[in-house]
């Protein structure tokens, strides 16, 4: 069946400029995950959906970073004045029901270059 | 805080050869232990999992992992690597009341023919 699908793949934009990553989970997975991966590191989470609202945002680094899933499905991590720091690999990942013995399913990722 | 470690960045290992990859982790409960792997241009695969029980637990692509408490490490090993097991992998921990995950900074494993 198919997986996890993040568009799009890669996206560079200039320092200022505002940016969405958009997931695509699996079908029927109520759980979703946001990380973000920077060179050199492991990813690093941002923020978790149950359905359509985010339980645990706690790891979004300050308030230029927003998510939403607005019908539990698809998500878009929305980045607003973008900084050379934010360059990363954005990984979406997504579980059945979101229990801590589920198996994280990930995407490919979406690789942000700010220049 | 929990937090992993991953002492070993870089590992080249004959093709044939055996291959252990270290993990430490720190949490301040029962810890549930993953290992991913990931290859250029793919998602993170999960190789294996642990939450209790046996502490020797075994994966897919042939790894297995080994659960040592009293040492907080969660090592994972490959009898017989092949070419196709040149890839990074990334230890990672949570736990009963903890639905994300915290990774190492991931290991990058070469295997040389």
């Known amino acids: 069946g198919a997986g996890v699908s993040q568009t799009p793949s890669n996206k560079v934009t200039e320092k200022g400029k505002y940016v969405e990553l958009r997931c695509d989970p699996i079908?029927?997975?109520?759980?979703l995950y946001w990380y973000r991966q920077s060179l050199g590191q492991g990813p690093e989470f941002l923020i978790y959906?149950?359905?359509?609202?985010?339980?645990?945002d706690s790891g979004l680094p300050n308030d230029r970073f927003f998510a939403v899933r607005p019908e539990g499905s698809v998500s878009t991590l929305k980045i607003q004045r973008t900084e050379r720091g934010d360059s990363a690999v954005y990984l979406c990942?997504?579980?059945?029901?979101?229990?801590?013995?589920?198996?994280?399913?990930f995407g490919p990722g979406t690789r942000l270059l700010v220049l | 805080a929990q937090s992993v470690t991953q002492p070993d960045i870089h590992i080249t290992v004959s093709e044939g050869a055996s291959l252990e990859l270290r993990c430490n982790y720190s949490?301040?409960?029962?810890?549930?232990l993953f290992w991913y792997v990931q290859s250029p241009g793919q998602g993170l695969q999960l190789l294996l999992k642990?939450?209790?029980?046996?502490?020797l637990v075994q994966g897919i692509k042939g790894f297995e992992a080994e659960f040592k408490r009293s040492q907080s490490s969660f090592n994972l090993r490959k009898p017989s690597v092949h070419w196709s097991d040149a890839a990074e992998y990334f230890c990672?921990?949570?736990?009963?009341?903890?639905?994300?995950?915290?990774f190492g900074a991931g290991t990058t494993v070469t295997v040389r023919a």
């Open positions: 959906f149950q359905g359509t609202g985010a339980a645990d």
């Open positions: 642990y939450f209790s029980g046996d502490t």
């Open positions: 949490y301040g409960a029962t810890p549930y």
């Open positions: 990942a997504s579980t059945t029901l979101g229990g801590p013995k589920e198996t994280q399913y």
């Open positions: 079908s029927g997975h109520t759980a």
């Open positions: 990672a921990v949570g736990g009963s009341n903890d639905y994300k995950l915290s």
